[in-house]
């Protein structure tokens, strides 16, 4: 006989329960079954979390569970144990395959088999005669599969490919990835250097390092390109910390003026247009662009658009540094009036691309604004815009729009824009072009199938936040529950894929998480999305914990069902992801979890990471020793994390260590229980370290003073209001940027900036 070792306790359940009457010994305080060595094959792979078959005995005849975790796993094990017993042995219950979902209220399979395989099962028969060959061929089988060599297959990255890593690395705050993913498409060369530039800018401006960004010397160089919105409102963004918003603290508008005046020409061409924005930062930049100029009524039109009470405030002061009325020396000369036809020609000949559309969404005839629209974003260069005039196009009668492209320029502007955007030709008249993003889900939950799905994807998700209004924030969240609702499978490519566009979209606001209704259902809906598709890797993981994080802060209560959730999420432990597992448990612990209750899976992740070729570095071991103490997994555990941690460590090759008595290090985070654990582990190493903890979501007196006078600064800008990391901006000087909110995170990089000094010196 010979023995398979469990590491998670569902497994063994299921497979002692249906292994019971097949002559097997289990020892539940050990998580061994013994078998013989065929079925020891199979359970092998119950334990392994593979797919599976395992018999249940019946009197005359047998039925065999055909179990899988992931779908297309199980159809692949059905098809091979197919090749072994059927037709010989066995056939199909039913006379055809039929897949069934484990039923949790039909028994105990039927609810241990819902937890580790929730793909579900087939079901096959044989007379009872033949359980011994059967048994013996699907040994064969199973030992086939475990020596069958992988499949390498050499495969390099597109630009597609690596962005989306970037965003997902973007949103799920793991700057070091998203950098990695950045170096990794400038050393394929997959990016022109316009576009590799502008993803850095959207690196820094993720991680609030404005004074940074704005120092680059090559700030000038990309202010003048067309750079894509997100960009330019970092890029003023960068500006707007930088110069002119320790001025305004100061209360010192004239002189603020006055800096935007002197270096308004380093900006390029970011302030041209219109301000079609409502971002406080970049709002107020347009505010000294029209304070400059003198023009009030500019001025009152964006503080009605202003979101923000500082913004407002901002604008009344430059408002009171204007004169009340404009001096007039003598009759001012005549301006003539411009017909919005040469009014759309001036703003193309100078490059205002989003005030000629503008003006040519407002022109009298729909052949007029079909041509303006084409030409401003051809021009422009917005793939939204171009979505939209292309559409205006198909909106025209059949021979206008013939008419229209038989000129050789309007053909020439159609097709690079319908290569910009390949949206859907709309063959027929029931099936028109989808358009937006609320319009793609809506298809998409009454059909998931439907054929324009693919192809618009990359349009609608073009979309930025002037798109999303509040109407539209509210209605997406219904939207998304209708997919998930529907029965529409999330694992298809197109849904996976818009599921995670729409996550890094809102996980990369600014302002997440907003408090207000419609947001926070929106995030319960990707947070639910997320969970159903089962992507389980670090980015996602990561992503997944701030969804839960804005779930947690806004419904307290919630914490039950959350840690079922993330439990269930990395139910197999893997060395690779020990540290989204950490991240886990902090998160838990910060919110009220009770420790005993995750002892369990607290082990089964300690073992795994504990027993992996490339042992875990010490702030590691100090993180599960921390988390272990507060779960009580077993005193075996404490005991072999602290005999690792025992061993001697020279205070010469320890950074930390090596810190003068008195150094002080401020941390800013809305989670004071990991920063304070953080805290912990950096004065074990040397006790003469000050560590000092800010929880304000606003700048206060004590943030700004920690800010100038720490000698370290962290900021964890993943758990921290944007408000705060805005204000503190001006008074920091070099400051750390964990890659997550959790108490090792912050401890290794407090480490990792201890030992740069240390070379450094």
Partial sequence: MRTVVFNDQARFDLAATLAAALGTVADPAELTIAASESLAALIERLAQGEPTILPVREEGSDTWLVMGAVRRDLEAALSTIGHFVIPTYAEHAGGAPSHRAFDPAAGEVGRLGAMVYPAGHYLLRSPARHFERMLDRLGRWAALEQRRPQLQVAHSPSYRELYDSFSAALSAGAWDAAAATLAELRRRGLASADNLA?????????????????????????????APRAAREALLAAFHQSELLPLEQAGRWGDALDTFRRLRIRLGGLLEGVADTAYGPVLRVFAYREAAAGDRVALAQLAERAADEETRLV??????????????????????????????????MEGRYDEAWHIAEQLDTAEARTQGMLEAAFFGEDTTQAE?????????????????????????????????????VPAAPDEPPISDWLVWLSVAAADPDDRRLPQALAAVAAADDRYWTDDRVAELAGRLTDLAAGGAALSRPHLRDAIRQLRDHFLQDSLFPRKDTAHADVYEALYAATLDQREVNILTTLALLRLAEARLRRSPSTITTAVAHLTGWLDSPAPALGD????????LAAYGAQGPALGPWLRAWAESVLGAPRPPDRVTLEGWLAFATWAHPGADLLDDLRARLAAPEDDEDD????????????????????????????????????IRLCEDTVLTDQARALAQNADMCVVVTT???HALTYGIGPYLRDPVYPQSSGATSIARAIIERAGALAMAQ
């Fill in 719 to 721: 758990c921290l209001t």
């Fill in 315 to 348: 604008i009344e002061a430059l408002l009171a540094l204007l004169p009340e009325e404009p001096l007039t020396l003598g009759a001012a000369p005549e301006v003539p009036v411009l017909t919005p036809e040469q009014a759309l020609r001036s703003a193309l």
């Fill in 388 to 424: 939209e005039a292309l559409l205006q196009l198909w909106s025209l009668p059949q021979e206008q729009q013939d008419a229209l492209l038989a000129t050789r320029r309007y053909a020439q502007i159609v097709r690079a824009l319908s290569d910009s955007v390949s949206p859907p």
């Fill in 580 to 587: 989204a597992a950490l991240e886990t448990l902090d998160l």
């Fill in 655 to 690: 950074p930390i260590a090596q810190l003068p008595v008195g150094y002080s290090i401020g941390i800013f985070t809305l989670r004071p229980q990991s920063a304070a654990r953080a805290g912990e582990l950096i004065r074990r190493r040397n006790p003469g370290v000050q």
């Fill in 198 to 226: 502008f993803l850095d800018v959207q690196l820094l401006a993720q991680q609030r390092r404005w004074d940074e960004l704005w120092r680059r010397e090559d700030y000038g160089d990309i202010a003048r390109l067309r």
